[in-house]
């Protein structure tokens, strides 16, 4: 009868052993994570393809953190979303057209990464006609307060340097 | 008395309360990953710049998985482990010196973003001396039984285009 009465602590002991997942569980919980992120993902590029392509510069910084770096081929880091508006603001005067085709995106809690595919048309100084672009792309996203926000953006062109 | 009966069953209620972390705590434990990670990284990124320097294309290819997506710039994805592999052995024909200079990391569980910068000299075909490059990089890493191994690979140059 004593030892009956120490069932509830034994309950205690077997109940509150930490909660520490198995690789396998991680990999269930992340993949349900990644899945998540993906959906909501695809909706702010499709809302920051939007807002490039009319040439909203501030719009666009706003998708970035504060402290996010800009990695853009043939230039130097942009840091920061100051500087972000600024780099942006250069390029949309050359009237660019984006397509992001967002390929996968691995999440856990609030980190994510997206990789994706791009296609950009845009008319340089001095160029008669736009030019094309394609190429690939690697983002480094940031859950802020509920919210997605790019910590890291570098892409690179497909097509051989000239 | 009878309530006295109670207070296991209610220390059970009390202490196996699911242990959602606050914001606050993930922060800190995401800082401490991160650290941790990129100590790892680094020690990382020095044994594949040896070997890079090396020529060691099977060694080098062994750093990414399996399925793992390398991201060049001026030319197409190499994907998974073969094909990066191939793309190495076209590139250390053209005996490249490359040195990695890690900036950040931020690891949260079993995956992990380096950014940093790189230098790189190499010798294309019918180039009469070494041509000098630099840029940044983005890296995503997964911890893979207990081993961090690159998911994705892509960086670009702060060069102006030719």
Same mark, same amino acid.
């Given at each position: 009868?004593?030892?009956? =009465?120490?069932? !509830?602590?034994?309950?205690?002991?077997?109940?509150?052993? !930490?909660?520490?997942?198995? !690789? $396998?569980?991680?990999?269930?919980?992340?993949?349900?994570?990644?899945?998540?992120? *993906?959906?909501?993902?695809?909706?702010?590029?499709?809302?920051?393809? *939007?807002?490039?392509?009319? #040439? %909203?510069?501030?719009?666009?910084?706003?998708?970035?953190? $504060?402290?996010? %770096?800009?990695?853009? &081929?043939?230039?130097?880091?942009?840091? #920061?979303?100051?500087?972000? @508006?600024?780099?942006? *603001?250069?390029?949309?005067? @050359?009237?660019?057209?984006? *397509?992001?085709? &967002?390929? $996968?995106?691995?999440?856990?809690?609030? /980190?994510?990464?997206?990789? #994706?595919?791009?296609? @950009?048309?845009?008319? !340089?100084? #001095?160029?008669?006609?736009?030019?094309?672009?394609?190429?690939?792309?690697?983002?480094? +996203?940031?859950?802020?307060?509920?919210?997605?926000? /790019?910590? $890291?953006? /570098? +892409?690179?062109?497909?097509? &051989?340097? =000239?």
């Amino acid at each position: 009868m004593s030892y009956l =009465k120490l069932l !509830p602590f034994a309950l205690l002991l077997v109940a509150c052993q !930490p909660k520490v997942e198995t !690789p $396998e569980q991680a990999n269930v919980r992340i993949g349900a994570e990644s899945a998540a992120a *993906k959906r909501a993902i695809d909706s702010l590029d499709v809302e920051f393809t *939007k807002h490039f392509n009319l #040439g %909203h510069a501030e719009v666009v910084a706003d998708f970035y953190t $504060e402290n996010a %770096h800009l990695m853009p &081929p043939n230039g130097r880091i942009a840091p #920061g979303r100051e500087g972000i @508006m600024v780099t942006f *603001k250069a390029l949309f005067a @050359m009237t660019p057209a984006l *397509k992001l085709m &967002p390929t $996968e995106v691995v999440a856990n809690g609030p /980190i994510a990464v997206e990789r #994706g595919i791009y296609t @950009m048309t845009m008319t !340089p100084p #001095g160029a008669k006609e736009a030019v094309a672009d394609t190429g690939k792309y690697l983002v480094h +996203w940031q859950l802020v307060e509920g919210k997605w926000l /790019i910590v $890291e953006d /570098i +892409w690179n062109s497909d097509l &051989p340097a =000239k």
